[in-house]
């Protein structure tokens, strides 16, 4: 008897010290693990989709403990997500902000919580500064510069019809979101050194490869004598090819095809002649991010801005080095 209430006893102590395992747990504060929530945009392009798996993958390697949310392209998924972050006390909340307005209230509450905000891959355009500690990501207005100047050096090829306009249509990204502005932004910014380069219709495809199809089947029913598409990520360029091609047209030749990611299916799409030019723009920012976690919570010094490395590839360029693209 004695000896079962001991055992009893015992166990029933085990259970209360692994309650308390769990409990500080789930606050890493209180222990030596970092806890980050991570607000995701969605899951709607294969860029987005080679990040979520380097967030994911290096936090693992990093030891930091993951919480993480898709938030299928909706601002009040994020803004819900933030605030389920702060009410369990992670010790630091990432994100990568749909559009780039309206986030002033909720990262206020993070900042009044003490808990720091790092921006991943896409900016707010929020005036106070002091409501995140850094953004990492690309230089979006730079990618749409690119784009441009690559058109602006290519012209006489990119006047399929000869008839001394080139008449480009933009499948813009998601409305309001920071690369859909920036790379407009840029790329308008470089096509003005040539005014036989006009932009003819924009339109948003909301970053899919089905919305840049949809967009692309309008476009080819209402404007005559498209020269060039650009298309401001490669799976909304990819939808365009599958309409050009519905159409009975040749992409890459019929029409010109300018993105932006530098993703496999683009690049293989590069080296098969249907796009004729991509901007890399690096989705691989978790090794980055989780460094930067780190730091921040160390209370050591980070930029306030970190860009992203990257380069642009033209057919020749793509056929190298596809067989090791990581993503
Ligand atoms: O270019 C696009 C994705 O924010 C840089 O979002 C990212 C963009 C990327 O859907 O493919």
């Known amino acids: 008897m004695v000896k079962k209430s001991l055992i009893a006893a015992a166990a029933i102590s085990m259970s209360a010290a692994m309650l308390t395992a769990c409990g500080s747990d789930s606050n890493a ?12 945009v969605g899951a709607e392009s294969g860029w987005r989709t080679a990040n979520t798996a380097s967030i994911q993958a290096s936090a693992k390697e990093a030891g930091i403990d993951l919480k993480f949310a898709d938030a299928q392209q909706k601002q009040e998924n994020q803004i819900k997500a933030i605030r389920s972050y702060i009410q369990q006390k992670v010790d630091v909340i990432a994100f990568s902000p749909v559009v780039e307005s309206g986030w002033d209230t909720v990262l206020q509450e993070a900042k009044r919580a003490g808990i720091p905000v ?14 995140y500690e850094t953004f990492l990501g690309s230089d979006f207005v730079l990618e749409g510069e690119k784009a441009g100047e690559w058109l602006v050096a290519n012209a006489a090829d990119a006047d399929v019809d000869g008839d001394g306009t080139i008449k480009v249509v933009q499948l813009e990204g998601t409305t309001g979101a920071a690369p859909a502005i920036d790379r407009a932004d840029g790329f308008a910014t470089a096509i003005a050194a040539d ?14 490869r089905d919305g840049g199809k949809q967009v692309m089947e309008s476009f080819l029913n209402s404007v005559q004598g498209i020269d060039v598409v650009f298309a401001h990520n490669d799976d909304m360029g990819l939808g365009a090819i599958e309409a050009i091609e519905a159409a009975g047209l040749v992409p890459g030749k019929d029409i010109k095809i300018i993105t932006i990611d530098a993703v496999k299916d683009g690049m293989q799409a590069l080296v098969d002649g249907k796009i004729n030019f991509i901007v890399e723009c690096n989705p691989l920012l978790g090794p980055q991010l989780m460094e930067l976690a780190k730091k921040v919570l160390a209370g050591e010094e980070v930029p306030k801005r970190v860009v992203t490395d990257e380069t642009t590839f033209t057919q020749e360029e793509a056929a190298a080095v596809l067989a090791d693209r990581q993503y």
């Open 29 to 40: 504060s209180d222990d030596d693990t970092i806890t980050m929530g991570f607000s995701q």
């Open 118 to 131: 790092i921006l991943t891959d896409r900016a707010v355009d929020s005036d106070d500064t002091s409501l």
């Open 195 to 208: 005014p036989s380069i006009e932009v003819t219709a924009s339109q948003t495809g909301d970053f899919t």
